[in-house]
């Protein structure tokens, strides 16, 4: 059978894109602009008729005609400005074809515009089942969307009609809704289209859509509590059938998943290696069943013979309650192999932990039991603080970033006030949800931080335990500590501006400094105040600030360089 494509277009669409040669299905458009018919050919059907929103008018073309549609086997319903070419449709459609989907959808560059990070491209992943596919890029198995045309009176413009749809499908065949991560497309901004206001605004104001919407939901008794508020929810991984999910073989089957990046450790104190295997082979044994380990590393960076032969002469290999992976993973950076970690593992909790960090005694079981006694807590975060064991790393503990090691294991913070993506554990259908999204900027660190904003604001329930601790070490050498140092300050400069994108130099460098005032505040109140979490003495305070003074002095360096020129320093100081 034959596929669909139909859109209402208007004067300012991007049907010519879809509409080339490599096409395998056939068009629908209905027109409501002014200009002549002509500059949307080629097309297969066209209709000036109906002038409503885009579901508005496929109810009224299905009234019409209620055999239509049911010559397709998908109908692909998409807003007229999506940019996406047509052998992606293909492949779209083929995809829904031959997964037997109900509903799914293209993932969203974050290029465009975006409602739901959700439903964002997660590199790596070939797809994911959700609750829900947004109403400007569904894709129907027929059969379904004719259900839900006879249900659909025509009352919504837009606002909620994603939710009715989906809502019918998953209640009727849960998992049959998907988006698909390998297939992108964009939804360009208004500006981009020379316009101010969005079109369906000219049709309904947004305040009107929303209340009709309300009052549908409450006629179609869908209340909050059927997790259908606005709020996406990713179920699992679609898996691509040609694709193996695990490179190494393994037979055992976990529920724990503990993921390791092979980067960090290469700048850190090469003793500290056997120190986290040692303490990852306890921390096993004291959690009481088998994990999965999956250690991913890039293989222009490092010896993959030379890892292996360290992870033997540890015997993490022959421990009965560790399945270890190893996976090469080239070109990939500190975020991306944790993304990729995700992919490759199978457990239904993910735990990070770096390979420069030490866990101390309960932390693995910490965080896995917190999980496990708070059912609809999606992420938790342990404490990770500097071991003060010298000047360097007294300095560091009293002025950087991380906290000191808290002063009881009972404290809980919910929502999280921080995450440390070398400490914490997810639900992996969390995660999958809600993956480190790296900028275009191609920053070192930040979006830990960026990720816990994007979880809170989409009503993931998230907390910090401190009885979940392990340490990190200090920049280890002097081309170590510069580097972090230039890298923090130009990562802070690409955070400021992805959360404020129309701010000013000026304003960013305001923000630096600030930042840069109040740490070494910290550094001077601790380096007095709290001598003995610090072990240090009232005659190494001075040190100790003049550690960080010359840190923070290279931090704001770092960022006055990203705001000086972007380009040049935006692929340089790898940490």
């Known amino acids: 059978m034959a596929n669909l494509v139909f859109t209402s277009a208007g004067d300012h669409h991007n049907v010519a894109q879809w509409s080339t040669s490599e096409r395998d299905y056939e068009i629908f458009v209905c027109y409501y602009g002014s200009a002549r018919f002509e500059n949307i050919f080629p097309v297969d059907y066209i209709c000036d008729e109906f002038k409503g929103s885009k579901f508005q008018n496929l109810k009224a073309v299905y009234d019409l005609d209620r055999t239509f ?8 319903v998409v807003d007229d400005d999506i940019e996406m070419s047509a052998s992606a449709i293909n492949e779209l459609f083929a995809i829904r074809e031959g997964f037997d989907l109900d509903i799914v959808q293209p993932s969203q560059l974050g290029s465009g515009k975006v409602s739901f990070p959700s439903l964002m491209k997660f590199d790596g992943c070939f797809g994911r089942f959700t ?7 569904p894709l129907f198995k027929t059969e379904v969307l004719i259900s839900f045309l006879e249900e659909y009176d025509g009352s919504l413009a837009g606002w909620g009609v994603d939710w009715w749809y989906s809502h019918r499908s998953f209640r009727l065949n849960t998992h049959k809704i998907a988006v698909i991560d390998s297939i992108s497309c964009r939804n360009p901004f ?3 289209k020379g316009l101010t206001i969005r079109e369906i605004d000219r049709y309904q104001d947004a305040a009107s859509r929303r209340a009709d919407w309300e009052k549908k939901r409450v006629q179609l008794g869908m209340s909050t509590a059927e997790g259908y508020c606005e709020n996406v929810v990713v179920l699992g991984e679609l898996a691509n059938p040609a694709e193996s999910v695990q490179s190494d073989e393994g037979g055992k089957s976990s529920r724990v998943s503990v993921i390791i990046e092979w980067e960090n450790v290469i700048r850190a104190d090469s003793k500290n290696m056997p120190v986290l295997f040692s303490s990852l082979r306890r921390e096993v044994e004291k959690l009481g069943e088998s994990i999965e380990l999956n250690i991913l590393f890039d293989p222009g960076v490092v010896d993959g013979n030379q890892l292996r032969q360290l992870l033997t002469r540890n015997e993490l290999d022959q421990c009965e309650l560790i399945d270890l992976h190893v996976h090469e993973c080239s070109g990939k950076h500190y975020y991306e ?10 457990g239904e909790i993910i735990v990070f932990i770096d390979s420069d960090v030490d866990p101390e005694e309960g932390w693995l079981l910490n965080l896995v039991s917190y999980l496990d006694q708070n059912i609809d807590v999606g992420m938790v975060g342990g404490f990770t603080y500097i071991k003060p064991y010298g000047i360097v790393s007294k300095a560091f503990a009293a002025g950087w970033f991380f906290p000191l090691k808290p002063a009881s294991a009972d404290m809980v913070n919910s929502p999280a006030n921080f995450i440390w993506s070398n400490n914490c554990a997810y639900r992996r259908n969390i ?5 480190y999204r790296v900028s275009s900027f191609n920053e070192t660190r930040g979006a830990c931080g960026r990720q816990l904003v994007e979880m809170q604001k989409n009503g993931v329930r998230t907390a910090n335990v401190s009885s979940a601790v392990a340490t990190h070490p200090a920049p280890n050498g002097v081309r170590h500590f510069i580097t972090r140092a230039l890298a923090e300050g130009r990562d802070r400069v690409v955070d400021f501006f992805l959360a404020n994108p129309r701010a000013s130099r000026l304003s960013c460098l305001k923000r630096i400094l600030l930042i840069t005032r109040g740490k070494m505040q910290r550094t001077v109140v601790y380096s007095l105040l709290e001598r003995d979490r610090l072990n240090s003495t009232l005659a190494e305070a001075p040190i100790l600030v003049a550690v960080m003074g010359c840190y923070y002095s290279l931090f704001v360096l770092g960022a006055l360089c990203m705001l000086i020129s972007p380009a040049l320093v935006k692929d340089r100081w790898r940490i």
């Open 431 to 435: 995660f999958l949800a809600h993956p």
């Open 69 to 76: 549609l049911s010559k397709f086997s998908s109908v692909f």
């Open 131 to 137: 609750n829900y596919c947004e109403v400007c890029v």
């Open 337 to 346: 192999l944790k993304n990729e970690g995700v992919l490759k593992s199978t």
């Open 190 to 192: 208004e500006s981009d």
